[in-house]
């Protein structure tokens, strides 16, 4: 019923993608009140069928458009999304001067639709907690040692979900996002700063809570583009053991020349304070070469140990394409564990992120409105940022 999926059909007229030819945007949008352009026409939102249609979950799934490299890491094979990218990389180099000439970072870059997927960061966000439901569920029951490497292992499990080479919307200030998994665990987020970019969260489990707020931070070095969220999550038990982590940072290279690659690099960092636990786990491999010295291991290897009170209680090893091991035990294996993906409810709060006219245009596979609609929105937002006293 309409009332149960707000908006998916049309107010006015016959065509299924438009909510009106008279009014000139949907109701829970940012640019409420504006005139109608026809050039530029308000969509009709997406399903609760399309948000939750079915991902798959084997591995060669998630690695859809990627190779293996002898080496380690990924190689981006998919020529359409190459073909894609092509072309932009030196417009995007500009508009990286000018944004750090202003003091932004690259994440304040206003770049091309075709770059994009039809999802937001908030959303993207959540592919890496996707291993929670197979990893977290009744740790509550486990001692305090145990509890910490299943946060390891449902933290490490993840990476390997999300290495899309499209880049998601950044989120507008503001923007929300609410979901749930299978096991009746709920996901909150919120984008509460725009510059630098801030998203608050909070995952609430029968068995914990996990909340923090991240950073997502980006910058080109050389041939490649580094980036990843600054910040810790905080996993808090009932009894008040708290377990927080770092995210590593991710390397895309071959920007401007050569095979386009993707790794995870610099490390992670697991700590238990009253317990006095901590792991730090350091990606890539683990001699780096020389000239008399050959480089041990690939660079999707990872490797560390849990310590308590400085003294070692366990050794990690692993690769984040591969599986991760307790004192040479697995226990994560790609092959055969599986993410769990979230789902989407009905009803969210008028912020969500699934009501973005550009994000909306995309998903049902109009580019060239989206990129009109995208174009208004951003401009909103400097007037709104102006008129909040603030330079962009």
Same mark, same amino acid.
């Given at each position: ?60 799934? $998630? ?18 999304? !190459? ?14 001067? @000018? ?57 490490? @499990? ?14 507008? !200030? ?39 707020? !991240? ?33 590593? $940072?991710? #390397? ?52 560390? $140990? ?5 003294? +070692? ?60 609609? +995208?174009? #208004?929105?951003?401009?909103? $937002?400097?007037?709104? #940022? ?7």
């Amino acid at each position: 019923m309409e009332n149960d999926d707000p908006c998916t059909r049309p107010r006015d007229g016959n065509d299924p993608q438009i909510y009106s030819k008279t009014i000139g945007s949907p109701p829970f949008s940012l640019l409420i009140g504006s005139k109608y352009d026809d050039s530029c026409p308000p969509p009709t939102y997406l399903s609760i069928d399309y948000l939750n249609r079915e991902r798959p979950t084997d591995k060669a799934s $998630q690695l859809t458009g990627y190779t293996i490299l002898q080496e380690g890491g990924l190689q981006c094979v998919d020529e359409q999304i !190459l073909s894609k990218q092509s072309g932009v990389i030196m417009d995007v180099i500009a508009q990286v001067t @000018a944004c750090l000439m202003k003091g932004k970072g690259v994440v304040g870059l206003s770049l091309p639709i075709r770059l994009f997927e039809p999802r937001s960061t908030l959303e993207r966000m959540l592919d890496r907690w996707s291993f929670m439901p197979v990893f977290m569920n009744q740790s509550f029951q486990m001692d305090h040692l145990n509890r910490f490497k299943r946060v390891i292992l449902m933290a490490i @499990a993840g990476l390997y979900v999300a290495p899309s080479q499209e880049k998601p919307f950044n989120p507008l !200030l503001g923007e929300t996002l609410q979901a749930h998994w299978p096991d009746g665990t709920k996901a909150y987020c919120e984008h509460t700063c725009h510059h630098p970019p801030i998203t608050n969260f909070e995952i609430v489990n029968d068995d914990f809570i996990m909340r923090g707020h !991240l950073e997502l931070i980006g910058k080109f070095k050389k041939n490649s583009l580094i980036g990843g969220y600054k910040g810790k999550a905080n996993v808090i038990y009932p009894d008040l053991q708290v377990i927080t982590y770092t995210f590593p $940072q991710f #390397r895309a290279g071959g920007m401007i020349f050569g095979s386009r690659t993707v790794n995870w690099e610099s490390e992670m960092i697991f700590e238990d304070v009253e317990n006095n636990l901590k792991a730090t786990i350091v990606f890539g491999p683990k001699k780096k070469g020389g000239w008399f010295k050959k480089t041990v291991g690939k660079r999707d290897d990872f490797a560390g $140990q849990i310590v308590r009170n400085g003294n +070692k209680i366990c050794d990690i090893e692993g690769s984040w394409l591969e599986g991760l091991s307790f004192n040479g035990v697995r226990e994560w294996d790609a092959n055969v564990h599986r993410p769990v993906f979230h789902k989407f409810g009905i009803n969210p709060l008028p912020s969500d992120w699934r009501y973005r006219e550009d994000l909306v245009w995309l998903g049902k596979g109009n580019a060239e409105i989206a990129q009109r609609w +995208k174009h #208004r929105i951003e401009n909103r $937002q400097r007037d709104d #940022r102006k008129l909040r006293g603030h330079k962009y």
